[in-house]
């Protein structure tokens, strides 16, 4: 079968009704990019880097709030000392493999010096999961370029999902996983929001696989995969951004970006030890420069107490963005003849039906 | 039917063993106690205190690490600056309503100085949830005495679960609920330890409640219940008291407390906005007494790279206890008539076959 | 000579403008009232409650961005869970003795319930310092009521410093201390901004008090203060709050409250292991309402990269108040015939003229 | 005058004794390697790294507690989630500047990779301040294999200070800075210990710059310096190191970071905006295999209650290493012709003198 998104498989997460995409970039002016590296010679490298970019890439400077959250700190996210203090974005998001943060890095430095904006310190965000179990971290294959080549791809519209980008190698729940993204509108407080969610899934154990709660992982018998299980260590990372157009505080985005952790957990993860489960969330309700020091900023914001059903959305899009990965992943071999098997689709409709 | 635990309906959550109890006294030294308060004249109250007394009450000398974790802090848990910085438990835990924190403080400080230990000072801790639904707040039934009469009453062994000390008056996911514990047993780094849980259930919609991750709030028609909802707004509160005897140190058991919301999270809880979802975990493998400063003090714990299944025991026993509460809990009458019925037994049962 | 402020004396810190009362209250709307107890019998007391009272005392409907920081957290500040969360003041401050906390908790809750607002829960910000050297804990005089009297007397204008309300029996840098006060006027970001600084000084050695930098406590000799030394214990604490009308959002009021830190550090505080450090900061700059959920809310702010003058005038403010209530305190004479005495102001002029 | 320690001159900070070498290398086992690059073409660079390593070199398999504290963080030190999540350092620390952060994270990956461990993955702790007044950020001269030669450089014994390493090119005070070290003993539970501090200084304000807790930036006039100032603006970062041999646990390493920002305060920083005000502290006193799983770890740490000392130690030994810093450096001339004055030691002497 095809591989597929989960709802054209006829299943679903929750009950809030989706963006027109059921993608991050359902959120106006978030835009992706993938820059996806595939060699066999002379090493074997399954990797890439993701980035989003807010404000139709003029995130340089249109600085947002955001917040971050980590549910198992074994993991980076540069850039955490920054965002703590600030509750500011002033650049893109960057998602790569572990080995290659480092050149993402200064990949991001890099363009935004290239830019010439006539301010020039920022702190990136480049947060990782490892591909190591497919892609040769020895390579060190990402190089400061690759993010330029990233940025450049980025655009609104569906994204690719899967194998590509920064989740080229990765697998969640013993089972072929990378990128995938999912989206969900509210009405609050007068307006009508969209919550998008873009994951980089490589963490969990087949076991604790569930759908929408249901137990999944546990009914799947070895034998009905297609190849050898992919590493089963509990180990791997999960990142998870998530965007959104509701005018929220730093302090709120924060809170957003703690939900996302109780989507991995309904999905089946438990903050493992190995895992880095480190999680951002962006607003786009509100933007504004940060070297502009002449006289206050406004800034609007979502009341506290109406924030529940922003919550449930993050909540089940990350549910459904995890899925997704899943479902659009395909089968991969990776160094020293590792096979990654994707989750067969025709068994995962048979066993989630009622 | 019969009010019951879980487990007598023939049900239960996930995979690990339980302690001989399913309780949180199965870990050795945890006594818990309960004051309930219920009176239908001057004022109608329907409330109370629990309290959990680590070291079998001499928590006041045997001073043991401990961790918090808040999921939404619309609530709450005094001495949060000592637990943030000692990462220690120098006494009782206490858990009761919302008004009646400030009387519950007080008696916690004057149980202490009745003692005559010779060292004072102490940063109490005081969780609560709000029972304004059935029980008259502005009565301000709770006294400092009653803290007394629940640290004199605290035990160990079973512990009585539903309509009783803090829970009297709590409901959760629109059924009666209140008190519940549960717990776990595992096998890690050369050992058996086992975590137990003790919940104060006062969140959550009826739509959104979850067994073992399967819907369950949403099945139950309104006319089947056998008596009005209880007070269906999104608001509420959930204390979670993470136990365990196996020796960790503070961070350690931060990172417990955090898994007790990924266990809300399954159940049902989004974290709402108008929640007070708190956490506290502390262990029992290392007792130290904070006044002697003569020479360094040891401790041992576990190696954080070992700690997965202990996470899941966290994320399992909460799940547990909170369906023990309302499982165990009795159909109420308050305040200005309103009712809080329990979950229909049967029907539950019959939900959840598969 | 007759007890004064610190400028009084021709003595000052720093080099930001005050406001016209060097006061919190100089913040507009911000109120403060004591209620002093003093009594010799039954048992010797030698304390109180101060209350701080932003939005000339309608706190309780306009709620204003606040954030908190902890220096060392040997200490208590209650409602610190939603304060986090949320980043918002939702009611009068009180400071009051270590025992005493409950009590005053009590009597804000009952407060608030008082007024019939229609919403009830509030998590009250309680924090304290222990007067046990001069007043009797056991007498737990401090009631419920006297926050009543304490928030009747709040008031704006000049504000009694030094052994008052919460201050009445504290001592700092061995010195007889209690309540001072501060302000700092500055321009930024195209506005001129008041900053109030109110401290309960509590903390520190004779041997590391600094006026302004300079040394002072190791140069007084012992034989020339006016009685024995108050308790020199490497114990005690002290609380800050921070009040301007600066539009600040939650995270730079929590930015605000870690200055403070820097003043204590200056003064001569090490954040000593016995001490309860807790700082407190809140805007005046944009009051909202939670409650009120229908559309968004508006805020403004400085700039971040504005805010040094900010920074420099909370340090210097917390200084000054620290010395402001060193300068006023007057000799007391409390339980088991302990004394504490004041620093000799002509001494002190003497030492700190260049 | 030929540059000096600050001891050199007869000056001093503080009360408590030091170490044999005054530096962080006081501390048994901690090494310190410098890098320094100096090119006029074809650009003009001034600029290095310098990384501390514990364990004589082997806390890739010793790991030991750590913490870390934000004064400000406008900054980055990578590993944040990691440090926060276990408290643990695994792997050398490396100073450099803002935009070659990323080649050092690599540097640090691939030294362990070539090291060829077992296990691989790891957060490298990398922290910067800008050099680009003086040195020109687009050359990107700092690579991978520069973290070679400076782990290769690593020794015990003296530390060289001033323009070295990744403080080459650094100002502080508006004076020529970069390196500088210091240490302090205590006697407490029963046992001696030292306390080392390394320091890359790139902060503050003339005006505000104090030894001791006296004004002395304010002082200078400027036509007494040999030369014009250096970077006068509001912006900068200092990067701070504690090390110490007294067993201490997570919580008790990120408190003694906190104390380092008091030391800041005290020559005159406020945690301005533009700053990068970022502590790190280890504790040399357990060492442990995070990969060993199989049975529990041992730890001893100091009472909490007796941490006094030492926090009083770090205070000091963070001045006086700053100090140590501008006393040292040496005039620098960078790209366009920029010149940075050292400080005049013969002035700063005269000033001093009481």
């Given at each position: 079968m095809k591989r597929a998104r989960?709802?054209?498989?006829g299943l679903s997460i929750g009950s809030l009704p989706t963006g027109p995409?059921?993608?991050?970039?359902?959120?106006?002016g978030v835009l992706v990019g993938h820059e996806t590296i595939i060699l066999d010679q002379p090493r074997v490298v399954r990797s890439g880097v993701t980035v989003i970019v807010p404000e139709n890439g003029d995130i340089w400077r249109n600085h947002l709030f955001a917040g971050v959250h980590v549910l198992n700190g074994n993991g980076e996210m540069t850039g955490g000392a920054f965002l703590e203090e600030f509750g500011v974005l002033a650049g893109p998001i960057a998602i790569t493999s572990t080995h290659t943060v480092g050149a993402v890095y200064e990949g991001l430095v890099r363009c935004k010096h290239d830019l010439d904006l006539g301010f020039d310190l920022f702190m990136p965000v480049v947060a990782e999961t490892d591909d190591g179990h497919l892609s040769?971290?020895?390579?060190?294959?990402?190089?400061?370029?690759h993010v330029h080549a990233a940025l450049k791809a980025a655009r609104s519209g569906a994204v690719l999902e899967g194998?590509?980008?920064?989740?080229?190698?990765m697998n969640a729940h013993e089972f072929k996983a990378g990128i995938g993204t999912a989206s969900r509108c509210i009405e609050v407080a007068g307006g009508r929001w969209t919550i998008g969610v873009l994951v980089q899934a490589n963490y969990g154990r087949r076991n604790e696989l569930r759908l929408d709660g249901r137990p999944i992982g546990s009914r799947i018998?070895?034998?009905?995969?297609?190849g050898p299980w992919a590493n089963p260590k509990d180990e791997g990372s999960i990142i998870v951004i998530v965007a959104t157009d509701a005018p929220l505080l730093p302090l709120q985005c924060k809170r957003l970006a703690q939900r996302a952790g109780l989507g991995v957990g309904r999905v089946g993860g438990t903050g493992a030890p190995g895992s880095g489960d480190l999680f951002l969330a962006f607003s786009t309700g509100n933007a504004h420069f940060m070297e502009a020091v002449d006289q206050p900023h406004s800034a609007r914001f979502l009341p506290d107490l109406a924030l529940g059903p922003v919550f449930a959305a993050v909540i089940e899009a990350t549910e459904e963005g995890i899925w997704n990965a899943l479902c659009a992943a395909e089968d991969m071999i990776g160094q020293r003849g590792r096979r990654s098997a994707a989750i067969p689709l025709d068994l995962l409709k048979q066993l989630a039906s009622p």
């Open positions: 989960l709802r054209d498989l995409l059921n993608a991050i970039t359902d959120v106006g040769d971290s020895a390579a060190f294959a990402i190089r400061p370029d194998n590509v980008g920064g989740g080229t190698g018998p070895t034998h009905m995969v297609p």
